[in-house]
């Protein structure tokens, strides 16, 4: 499977670029030839500047949440949600039904963020201990690794939407499908590079944690290119679809709660199959990838289960990494989506859609590509502390934070 999908990856990296290369090139000589139809003088400038405007925030995101992560996590849950209905005000104001329908979306979405930063609020202390205390030592040269990371997803980025553009200027059925298989193969190559610099970043400060030893980056960094992309590979296909199922069924389940033995059941049995896939299937296995080699399923299964001997699955439910992460990222996609919409609905109406759904996409994996270190660093402490609670380089964040858990249960 390792040997399997490392294949796939680099072969789909070959025919998407060829694929690219020539939808670019058919787009330009169909635009030549039209007059009244594709404009790419009006087309690209705004998704590249979108594209690059998410490569600067991204930047300045990852260096205030690393010198001033609790500004950050409240930046990220108090005024994503309001970027975020910022988002649907400019699809309304662009009034295309496909525009109208996002703007609905965006606005509830708005609403489910704000609820959800009113929910977890008394976990923004805990949250901001955990980003100060694990990520205040980084490896060496992480920034450079953050920096090189951030430039190549947004020349990738450059490199897919010229391909894009070429797609759009004939609009055809089959562009279409062009376009929605760019938009999958980008999805899944972003994740890759997020992933591949979470297990360099995860095995040093592991190696720090766990044995108090620090080892270079870079070595890290050439082990993971020369031997674990085929697992980084498996995991950035699987990790995003069960952490999704999970999710789902643990908002199914506080929602339906125990009002109705039908849905409770079906609640239970769905919640029951996603603790099942979140075993073989997490962002902790990253840690053991990197560290021991493991395949990806076996590293994740290892790590699960540490979590449960260790009595840390609440604390891990509870842990508020991944959901700044990903509200960053909502907010920087939001931030990229105003720039590119706004740009294009001033200069050409019709493109402000399309732009602004793809500088979405674009700003918001570019900031989970630069977040990748900061989560990377927190894992890897999760997992040494499972691993060994009594290591002398355990601090109390964790055992202090076990505790207030139990008084809160058991109250």
């Known amino acids: ?13 070959i025919l998407i670029s060829i694929l690219v290369i020539v939808l670019t090139i058919r787009g330009f ?14 087309w690209y400038p705004p998704l ?5 405007s998410a490569g600067i925030v991204s930047y300045l995101w990852e260096w205030i949440s690393f010198h001033d992560p609790s500004k950050a996590i409240k930046t990220a849950f108090w005024v994503g949600p309001f970027l975020t209905c910022a988002v649907g005000i400019l699809h309304i104001l662009i009034g295309c039904p496909i525009s109208l329908a996002i703007s609905t979306i965006a606005i509830i979405s708005s609403v489910i963020q704000s609820l959800y930063t009113c929910w977890v609020n008394p976990r923004f202390d805990y949250a901001t201990k955990i980003l100060t205390v694990y990520t205040s030592f980084p490896p060496d040269k992480t920034a450079t690794f953050v920096i090189l990371s951030i430039i190549t997803c947004l020349v990738y980025s450059s490199f897919l939407v010229t391909g894009i553009g070429g797609a759009t200027a004939t609009g055809t059925g089959l562009d279409i499908l062009f376009i929605i298989v760019i938009l ?33 980056t870079w070595i890290a960094f050439r082990d993971t290119v020369q031997h674990l992309v085929g697992r980084v590979c498996i995991g950035s296909a699987v990790v995003p679809v069960i952490g999704t199922i999970r999710g789902s069924a643990r908002v199914m389940k506080s929602v339906v709660g125990g009002t109705d033995e039908f849905l ?7 919640s029951r199959v996603a603790s099942t896939l979140i075993t073989y299937g997490n962002r902790w296995g ?10 990806f399923m ?26 700044f992460c990903f509200f960053s990222g909502v ?15 001033a200069i050409h109406k019709s493109y402000a859609t399309e732009v602004s759904i793809y500088a979405f996409f674009i700003g918001y994996f570019i900031c989970r590509v630069a977040l990748a270190s900061q989560q990377a660093c927190v894992s890897a402490y999760y997992v040494a502390y499972a691993e060994n609670p009594q290591s002398l380089q355990s601090d109390a964040t964790i055992p202090v934070r076990i505790q207030e858990l139990l008084q809160r249960y058991n109250v």
């Open 184 to 216: 999958l193969t980008y999805t899944w190559t972003m994740q890759v590079i997020k992933n591949m610099l979470y297990v360099t970043i995860s095995r040093v400060r592991y190696m720090n944690f766990a044995c108090g030893a620090d080892m270079n």
């Open 331 to 345: 907010a920087v996609g939001s931030i990229s989506t105003l720039v590119g919409g706004t740009w294009a609905l």
């Open 298 to 323: 076996q590293a994740s299964a290892d790590t699960w289960g540490a979590f449960k001997t260790a009595e840390l699955i609440p604390l891990i439910d509870s842990d508020l990494t991944g959901a």
């Open 264 to 270: 409770f059941s079906c609640a239970d049995c769905y």
């Open 286 to 295: 990253f840690v053991h990838v990197g560290v021991y080699n493991k395949g």
């Open 1 to 13: 499977m390792r040997k399997l999908f490392q294949i796939i990856f680099y072969i789909q990296l």
């Open 48 to 52: 590249l500047g979108s594209a690059a």
């Open 29 to 42: 000589v169909y635009a030549a030839r039209s007059t009244n139809h594709f404009r790419p003088e009006k």
